[in-house]
């Protein structure tokens, strides 16, 4: 990883300046994130088991998965291409920011999402690649027909928060993966849930999309971790005039500041943009509990494999990704 970004620790008091740091949008975009391939990602191909082949960023530009449209950042998927269940799987793009931050406020203006089809699992998240302590902040994560989105943090190390402050509509407490501090192997993790917290009405999948997308916020601070969604018609005015100003937002629907010490756990986060499919989150029990999909395929991945035009609306439409400090 690249070093960490100057960390100017955001103040906890009503009113404070917060300084643009990094600001992805248009062509600079992707040039600010290492496109991951499946070469990556020896035996597997990807670190969660999906019927996925992840593209190089010429590859991805060649394809048309990854472009610039009208000043917004397209980045999609294979929507064309039959193949073969015996293959990596489905073309997408996998994106890792080469800069990475601590502390500050992290702002994603989104006009589209992938939307709801079965087989699919995008999400938009940051991760301590060093895993000193092992951090994970899932901001953005769904699967199929799942209608708001669920927001998780996961840690390796005993770490609950107190959700009662937050407006969010299903809180769970119990962040710790079940490993020890340093890194969770997958033989002794067992929550793999994570704490965390459910998002309003139109956060995720087609609705998120049918308003126009909106804005997600993630506030890192040594005291508190804090996400708010915003809908397109709802985003507050300082945001949009660059300033943005915490205080003068409506409550969280995440507030992760009792019970617990973001400070120790989440840092140096790197952001992740990827759209999987099947994968450890859509094994074949969760394929079969959806009565729609299952109607459609004997197993996720050969739906996944013979329907390329149900992913035509299987992309991420960025207006910019922001960082204040």
């Known amino acids: ?13 009503p009113c404070f300046a917060a300084t643009l740091k990094l ?16 070469a990556d990602y020896p035996g597997s191909g990807d670190p969660t088991n999906g019927f996925v082949n992840y593209v190089s960023s010429s590859v991805a530009t060649s394809k048309g998965y990854a472009k610039v449209i009208n000043g917004q950042v397209y980045l999609g998927v294979d ?12 073309n997408s793009i996998r994106l890792e920011s080469k800069e990475s931050f601590t502390n500050g406020i992290l702002i994603a203006d989104i006009a589209h999402m992938p939307g709801n089809a079965c087989g699919i699992w995008p999400a938009f998240w940051t991760y301590n690649f ?14 199929m027909h799942q209608s708001k989105n669920i927001v998780s943090l996961h840690t390796c190390g005993t770490c609950s928060f107190d959700f009662s402050g937050s407006s969010g509509t299903d809180p769970r407490s119990d962040c710790n993966l079940g490993g020890v501090s340093g890194g969770c192997s997958d033989d002794v993790a067992t929550n793999y849930d994570g704490c965390g917290n459910t998002a309003p009405s139109g956060s995720y999948g ?30 507050p005015a300082d945001i949009t005039s660059g300033n943005p100003n915490p205080s003068n937002w409506p409550a969280p629907f995440l507030d992760a500041s009792k019970g617990c010490n973001p400070g120790k756990y989440f840092k140096k986060q ?4 990827n759209t999987d499919f099947c994968g450890s989150n859509i094994d074949q029990d969760a394929w079969n509990g959806d009565s729609a999909c299952k109607s459609k395929a004997s197993s996720c991945q050969a739906y996944v494999a013979a329907n390329p035009s149900a992913f035509s609306q299987a992309y991420w439409l960025f207006n910019s990704i922001k960082l204040y400090q």
């Open 1 to 13: 990883m690249l070093s960490i970004l100057a960390v100017a620790a955001l103040g906890a008091t």
């Open 270 to 273: 790197s952001i992740i943009i």
């Open 23 to 38: 600001h992805y949008a248009g062509a600079n975009f992707t040039n600010a994130f290492t496109f991951r391939t499946a």
């Open 206 to 235: 087609d609705k998120f999309n049918s308003n126009g997308g909106g804005v997600y916020v993630t506030q890192v601070q040594t005291s508190s971790l804090k996400i708010w969604f915003f809908p397109r018609s709802s985003i």
């Open 130 to 143: 060093d895993e000193d302590p092992y951090g994970e902040i899932d901001i953005i994560e769904g699967t």
């Open 79 to 90: 929507n064309t291409s039959t193949v073969s269940t015996s293959s990596q799987g489905r």
